[in-house]
Every structure is written in C-alpha cells, then in structure tokens.
T-cell receptor
Framework: AQRVTQPEKLLSVFKGAPVELKCNYSYSGSPELFWYVQYSRQRLQLLLRHISRESIKGFTADLNKGETSFHLKKPFAQEEDSAMYYCALKRQAGTALIFGKGTTLSVSS | KAGVTQTPRYLIKTRGQQVTLSCSPISGHRSVSWYQQTPGQGLQFLFEYFSETQRNKGNFPGRFSGRQFSNSRSEMNVSTLELGDSALYLC?????????????FGPGTRLTVL
C-alpha cells in the first residue's frame, strides 16, 4: 500500500539550530515525493520536489530509496520557518497526492 | 494570475442534508483534485478530474461525488451529510495530470455538519 509517515507531530527548535523533519514512505516502484508547507493563515504550497534536487528557502531533501525516506533539512532555522510541513507521495496515476499527517515546526528565538 | 478559488468559504449544514462545493482552477489549468482535511485523518485524496472525466478516486463512500465542466471548473457534492463529514475541503489545480506538474491549492471550504 502507498503510505507516507511523518513520525513527529511537533518539532520545536531555537533560531539558528539545524532542523530535520522526518518522512518515510511505502511505495512499490519509483516514487515521486514532495514537501508542502502551510504558513499561518496561508494556503498549502509546494516547497520542493525530489526530482528537482533544488534548495528552497535553505531547505533540502534527499530521497533515500534504501531507507525509503525523504527527510527535509535546513542547517539554520529561522523564525519565519515556523509552519506546518507535509510530506507527500504522488499516487501511481494522475497528479493526486498521498499526504503524511504533517509536522508543525516551531522556531523560537 | 488569479489563484485557485473556492466557494463558499464557510458552510454550516445539518445531518442528512446535501452540499455542493465549487472550485475554479487557475486559468489554463485543466486538472483539478479534491482533498478532505480533518484533524484526525489529515489530508485525504477524494478525486481527480481532467477534461471533464474522473481519473482517480480516493477511498470515500459513494455519498461523495464530483464533476468537472468544460471550462475546467469543478464541483463536489456530498449527500446525506454525517457529522464526520465536517472538514476543510481543499481543491488543487495543475496544468495537466502529469506527476511533475505542481498542484496549486485553494483556500478551502470549511464545512460544519450539525
């Protein structure tokens, strides 16, 4: 079955500390994975996708097929990074996504 | 370019009633997906439409249905509402049903069933 697991509901860090938001997936085949972010009172929006191998707002994520993981990392957290982060896996057909339950990142000074 | 719009933004219904939610995708986008968001279950896929055809359906009862019009606008309908249908319903649009296309989400319709 296709599934996305985000083990942490809440991650609290201090400004300047490294951040790692965990995501594990279950999928048979070549997965397409994404990180979406929802800032307070804003819409859900794409942060990054694994096929782009890009860094957005200082965040990176590497697909590890051996560990079936797609953890989101940032070396130095900023207060404006505080948001809800969702890891998502594309279903086998179409554009529909399977989401994890999300992790709230709280960055304090 | 205007974003995805959803109407109404808030809705209160009672058990047994039915409801229709509307979604207007970004101009030029032809694929529309619907999701239900609840505190307990998170974001769950409902269905996906492209060119007025349902391409994918999530694991929801038949009370949940949808359609897409020739201008790519989409509606979803929930009949015989239950308390558990209270949720935020999100619509997302993308250019075409190819996995690499980014999905753009609307603000959602908050449905409360009393």
């Amino acid at each position: 079955a296709q599934r996305v697991t985000q083990p942490e509901k809440l991650l609290s860090v201090f400004k300047g500390a490294p951040v790692e938001l965990k995501c594990n997936y279950s999928y048979s085949g070549s997965p397409e994975l994404f990180w979406y972010v929802q800032y307070s009172r804003q819409r859900l929006q794409l942060l990054l996708r694994h096929i782009s191998r890009e860094s957005i707002k200082g965040f990176t994520a590497d697909l590890n097929k051996g560990e079936t993981s797609f953890h989101l990392k940032k070396p130095f957290a900023q207060e404006e990074d505080s948001a809800m982060y969702y890891c998502a896996l594309k279903r086998q057909a179409g554009t529909a996504l399977i989401f994890g339950k999300g992790t709230t990142l709280s960055v304090s000074s | 370019k205007a974003g995805v719009t959803q109407t109404p933004r808030y809705l209160i219904k009672t058990r047994g009633q039915q409801v229709t939610l509307s979604c207007s995708p970004i101009s030029g986008h032809r694929s529309v997906s619907w999701y239900q968001q609840t505190p307990g279950q998170g974001l769950q896929f409902l269905f996906e439409y492209f060119s007025e055809t349902q391409r994918n359906k999530g694991n929801f009862p038949g009370r949940f249905s949808g359609r897409q019009f020739s201008n790519s606008r989409s509606e979803m309908n929930v009949s015989t509402l239950e308390l558990g249908d209270s949720a935020l319903y999100l619509c997302a649009s993308s250019l075409e049903p190819s996995g690499s296309n980014e999905q753009f989400f609307g603000p959602g319709t908050r449905l409360t069933v009393l």
